[in-house]
């Protein structure tokens, strides 16, 4: 193993769904981290990246809360989070201030070192570091992956979470019909305009179920809860997980949207 | 034009339910953003101009005044005449002049969406003036007293059939479905207006400053019939659309058919460059340039100043998930697509344009695509702050954005809330791993499921374990 203490210090944003929705996801992304030889944080004080606020126009509590993250996150060398919406929204924060505000610098400066975890492990940890981890993981399916919009066209992400699926032993790659079109989540938008929304989704999950695979992955849950929702909905058989499942090796838990007959026991 | 944007949602929910219009959004999915990646393909410089593309309009835009009053300058010399109309109601006045000063019955008109902008046909018809619509998607929309629903492929909500319909009630000839004969049929038609009409009207897609030029750029050849055959020509446009000189134009109209249509270059690119003069074999005998700001002046300077940029090339709304969906006519006015949920509120205000720049995921794709690099999405989310401040949003949805952000600010409140929210859910989802129906989120569960969360919040369940891996 690594040594843990001498990488950098990674606070991790953990994001709204993944702490309310879909915790493995955090756990999973802190293991990576880990593995990288980062040493992971989690500030105590961080909640929302503000994107609600932000798309909605309410310039002032977006800033309140960009105030919030950037002093949440102070000091750390990295800002790593799974998902490209949210880690996005940390990318907009210059845009809300002034630039002669004293927070413009330090949003500036929260741009340049937050990551999504996709685009970290492949951009800037690189994969001569994590190959060995990798290719010591088994996902013996057919996976078909969704680039949801911020990361793909705000990030640029896009053959990093395919580099690094390529490693695991087993994945089989089949790319969808318009893997890059809007899944149509959009945060409030699925309910503000839900017809034009589940159009959106039912057009994804056509193409999903197309492809035949098992396992449909993405980098942000907002999509993936929409696209689950749908699958199920539809009684397609098709699983839906994030990657850092997958690539930390903790696909034991149930898929999203799946019955968890181990906890359902337990109740 | 009526305006119908305040029902969006309706329009929106007919649309979805509208077979033959999914049909033909499929197809208009599956032509215009493949041909156009293939052109884009085939040009390795098209990200570097589209960026010459921006940086030249932002420098345009800068000097607007400075070029206009230089093509006002060079029309007159070449002995046309230029017209400013700062409203819609102006610009059709100044038409209607123009038209009644040459006794005019009927015009003929080219493809243009400003004359849509302002109402140019309904308003001369009321005025005794009758307009033929000469573009062949334009002229079936006319028979059917119906509007564009897509900046330059007008009719794309309309199938063979109706085309058909609209022949045989007007024509009066034997019904066909053939595209050919149909094709046919409005030729004949249309030779004759053309020969018949005493003025003709067409938009521009650019006014060049330098020789006083306009362009219209066109894939039917019907424009050049409409400018050169009347005894007058009018040209209806806007401020933004003049360039420097013709070697910027051909920036643009390179980077305009690519991103329209994805030809290399449209058919038909003809400049008119005033009226004929002595030795020209054909031209009209009188060069009208009406120049509509409507709106426009005041974007100058705003934060919408980039979508003045626009060339009204269409491939923001060919790539638009949103428009795919529902079409054109859901807009409910003149401009759709991502250009139409910026300008529409500016043209209409934002009172009646709301719903547009908020039925929008900010997918990104539309500015991913535009030739000159309009930030739509940020424009967008201008609209909205301006509602946000306007207090215009649906009470519902203010309150809840409200009580979303006491807690989103204050983490040590946000904390158990969401511990309460996870776990609520979770017991009312039981074991299955999802909810069917869940109050207050119809908007979600109508369609979908809702996955079930695991249980315990992240939050929580990292304390624990960090608290569980000190104890060891
Ligand atoms: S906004 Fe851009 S993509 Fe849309 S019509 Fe205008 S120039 Fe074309």
Redesign the pocket.
């Known amino acids: 193993m690594p040594n843990i203490s001498s990488g950098p210090r990674v606070g991790l944003f953990v994001t709204c769904l993944a702490d309310m929705f879909r915790p493995s996801v955090a756990f999973a992304t802190v293991k990576l981290l880990e593995q990288a030889g980062c040493k992971a944080e989690v500030p105590e004080r961080q909640t929302c990246c503000g994107q609600p606020a932000f798309n909605s126009g309410d310039r002032k509590t977006t800033a309140d809360i960009a105030r919030q993250t950037i002093d949440a996150f102070d000091g750390y060398e990295y800002v790593v989070g799974p998902s490209g919406s949210c880690i996005g929204m940390l990318h907009y924060y210059p845009e809300v201030f002034d630039p002669s505000d004293s927070y413009y610098q330090r949003a500036l400066e929260l741009k340049n070192r937050s990551f999504e975890i996709t685009s970290f492990l492949f951009d800037v940890i690189g994969m001569d570091s994590l190959q060995e981890q990798l290719r010591q993981l088994q996902f013996n399916h057919k996976v078909t992956y969704h680039d949801s919009c911020s990361g793909l066209r705000q990030l640029g992400i896009k053959q990093q979470p395919r580099q690094l699926l390529q490693q695991v032993q087993g994945v089989e790659l089949e790319e969808m019909e318009e893997a890059e079109t809007c899944c149509g989540f959009g945060g409030t938008f699925c309910v503000k305009y839900p017809e034009i929304s589940n159009r959106m989704v039912s057009n994804k999950s056509e193409f999903i179920s197309n492809t035949g695979a098992h396992t449909v992955l993405g980098g942000d849950l907002g999509c993936l809860l929409n696209m689950a929702g749908k699958l199920k909905r539809e009684g397609k058989q098709v699983e839906a997980r994030h990657i850092v499942e997958v690539l930390a090796g903790m696909t034991d838990t149930p898929a999203i949207g799946e019955a968890d007959y181990g906890l359902a026991q337990q109740l | 034009m009526q305006i119908n944007t305040p029902f969006f949602k309706q329009r929106a929910h007919d649309a979805l339910a509208d077979a033959n219009l999914q049909k033909a959004l499929g197809n208009l999915k599956a032509g215009f953003p493949e041909k156009r990646a293939i052109a884009v393909s085939r040009m390795p410089e098209f990200e570097q101009l589209r960026d010459q593309g921006r940086d030249l309009k932002n420098h345009i835009l800068e000097h607007l005044d400075l070029y206009l009053e230089e093509f006002e300058r060079k029309v007159i010399e070449n002995g046309g005449h230029v017209h400013w109309a700062r409203t819609a109601d102006d610009a059709n006045r100044i038409i209607l002049d123009i038209c009644q000063q040459v006794d005019a019955k009927t015009v003929t008109k080219g493809k243009s969406m400003v004359t849509e902008e302002i109402g140019l046909n309904d308003f001369l018809e009321a005025n005794g003036v009758q307009p033929v619509e000469t573009d062949l998607g334009e002229y079936i929309l006319q028979l059917r007293h119906d509007h564009p629903s897509h900046?330059i492929a007008p009719a794309i909500h309309l199938n063979l059939e109706d085309v058909s319909e609209a022949f045989h009630a007007n024509h009066h000839r034997p019904k066909s479905s053939d595209p050919a004969v149909l094709m046919q049929e409005a030729r004949e038609v249309l030779r004759e207006k053309f020969v018949a009409a005493d003025v003709g009207i067409t938009g521009a897609n650019f006014c060049v400053a330098e020789t006083g030029s306009t362009i219209i750029v066109t894939n039917e050849g019907n424009g050049d019939l409409t400018q050169t055959l009347p005894k007058t020509h009018v040209v209806v446009t806007s401020i933004e659309k003049v360039v420097p000189t013709l070697e910027d134009m051909t920036l643009f109209l390179r980077l305009l058919a690519r991103?329209a249509t994805g030809q290399e270059f449209s058919v038909y690119n003809t400049l008119s460059s005033g009226p004929r003069r002595e030795g020209d074999q054909d031209g009209p005998e009188n060069f009208h340039v009406v120049l509509v700001d409507n709106g426009r002046s005041e974007m100058v300077g705003s934060e919408f100043q980039d979508m003045l940029?626009?060339?009204?090339?269409?491939?923001?709304?060919n790539h638009c998930p949103v428009y795919g969906a529902v079409g054109g006519h859901s807009y409910g006015w003149v401009y759709p697509?991502?250009?139409g949920s910026v300008l529409t509120p500016q043209m209409i205000g934002i009172e009646k344009g709301g719903m547009l720049p908020n039925a929008s995921t900010f997918c990104g794709k539309?500015e991913s695509?535009?030739?000159?690099r309009?930030p739509?999405p940020k424009l967008m989310r201008h609209w909205r702050e301006d509602e946000f401040e306007k207090h215009l949003q649906p009470k519902a949805a203010r309150y809840g954005l409200a009580g979303w952000a006491f807690l989103a600010k204050r983490p040590a409140l946000y904390k158990p809330y969401t511990r309460m929210a996870s776990w609520m859910m979770k017991t009312w989802a039981g074991k299955n791993g999802r909810i069917k129906k869940l109050p207050l989120a119809g908007g979600w569960t109508d369609w979908r499921d809702m996955p079930a969360p695991q249980g315990k919040t992240f939050m929580q369940a990292w304390k624990e374990q960090q608290k569980a891996g000190g104890q060891q």
């Open positions: 900046i991103s940029r626009c060339i009204r090339c269409s491939a923001c709304m697509g991502p250009m539309c695509v535009c030739p000159v309009i739509l």
